[in-house]
């Protein structure tokens, strides 16, 4: 039973279906025609960067992708609550670039059960950061926020601002895996004074796409002495060539 506030609230503003605003129970939820069309990243996938595999052949020895075989990201395990197809698409845009804040409960919602191994194992999360000029722009980082109601839903601390990109990157889309990693190096920091030695450190984002980011995040906690990393997102871009 809903508290009483909640029920009369609930009246006032009927909670609305994630992505297209059709009446559900509760919010953060989807409708059934949304919820049918809803592709949640399931098995079989990389067990370290999460990617979908299409068959669990494709995975090689100790069930990883080819690329984390060739070359391991520096965080532990990635995982996300859905593919970043269309349906994905209604969610995330809206939320990162049209104000729709108010989405970060919903998503994260969607988080908590790919993520709940990692939200009850980490000390700490910390959004991918965006740069400050962007941040100017756009006015909320989107991973921030989801960091925020992902540490409200599970009762973990969350520093919002522990992580900073020092530098203006320009769009990681098109180039390809070193030309990324070029990009992105030395550009995301920790802010003085952010400690994470021996912490299991949680980074969330909005949408995670070849992992160049979320490594080049990883990469700068384990240097500061983090014990692990690992990487909780609501999308999860798959990879072409594994289609
Ligand atoms: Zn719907
Ligand atoms: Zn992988």
Same mark, same amino acid.
């Given at each position: 039973?809903?508290?009483?506030?909640?029920?009369?609230?609930?009246?006032?503003?009927?909670?609305?279906?994630?992505?297209?605003?059709? $009446?559900?129970?509760?919010?953060?939820?989807?409708?059934?025609?949304?919820?049918?069309?809803?592709?949640?990243?399931?098995?079989? !996938?990389?067990?370290?960067?999460?990617?979908?595999? $299409?068959?669990?052949? *494709?995975?090689?020895?100790?069930?990883?992708?080819?690329?984390?075989?060739?070359?391991?990201?520096?965080?532990?395990?990635? @995982?996300?609550?859905?593919?970043?197809? &269309?349906?994905? #698409? #209604?969610?995330?845009?809206?939320?990162?670039?049209?104000?729709?804040?108010? !989405?970060?409960?919903?998503?994260?919602? %969607?988080?908590?059960? $790919?993520?709940?191994?990692?939200?009850?194992?980490?000390?700490?999360?910390?959004?991918?950061?965006?740069?400050?000029? @962007?941040?100017?722009?756009?006015?909320?980082?989107?991973?921030?926020?989801?960091?925020? &109601?992902?540490?409200?839903?599970?009762?973990?601390?969350?520093?919002?601002?522990?992580?900073?990109?020092?530098?203006?990157?320009?769009? *990681?889309?098109?180039?390809?895996?070193?030309?990324?990693?070029?990009?992105?190096?030395?550009?995301?920091?920790?802010?003085?004074?952010?400690?994470?030695?021996?912490?299991?450190? *949680?980074?969330?984002?909005?949408?995670?796409?070849?992992?160049?980011?979320?490594?080049?995040?990883?990469?700068? %906690?384990?240097?500061?002495?983090?014990?692990?990393?690992?990487?909780?997102?609501?999308?999860?871009?798959?990879? $072409?060539?594994?289609?």
């Amino acid at each position: 039973m809903k508290p009483l506030l909640q029920r009369v609230l609930d009246t006032l503003l009927p909670p609305g279906c994630l992505a297209c605003d059709a $009446p559900v129970d509760d919010d953060g939820q989807f409708c059934l025609s949304c919820f049918r069309v809803a592709n949640f990243v399931s098995a079989p !996938m990389c067990v370290q960067c999460g990617v979908p595999l $299409p068959h669990g052949g *494709l995975a090689g020895e100790g069930g990883l992708c080819p690329h984390c075989a060739a070359r391991p990201p520096a965080f532990t395990q990635a @995982r996300a609550a859905l593919r970043y197809d &269309e349906t994905a #698409k #209604k969610l995330i845009l809206p939320f990162k670039y049209a104000d729709r804040t108010e !989405m970060a409960r919903g998503l994260a919602r %969607l988080m908590r059960r $790919p993520g709940a191994l990692m939200l009850t194992a980490a000390d700490v999360l910390v959004p991918v950061p965006l740069h400050k000029a @962007r941040l100017r722009a756009r006015r909320y980082n989107q991973a921030a926020l989801l960091a925020r &109601e992902l540490a409200r839903l599970s009762g973990r601390r969350c520093v919002p601002d522990g992580l900073i990109r020092q530098k203006h990157t320009v769009a *990681l889309e098109g180039l390809n895996v070193a030309q990324r990693q070029a990009e992105l190096a030395g550009a995301i920091v920790l802010r003085p004074g952010f400690e994470v030695a021996g912490l299991h450190v *949680l980074v969330i984002d909005d949408v995670m796409t070849s992992g160049t980011t979320a490594g080049a995040c990883a990469h700068a %906690l384990l240097a500061a002495g983090a014990r692990r990393v690992d990487v909780l997102t609501a999308a999860r871009v798959a990879d $072409p060539r594994f289609e």
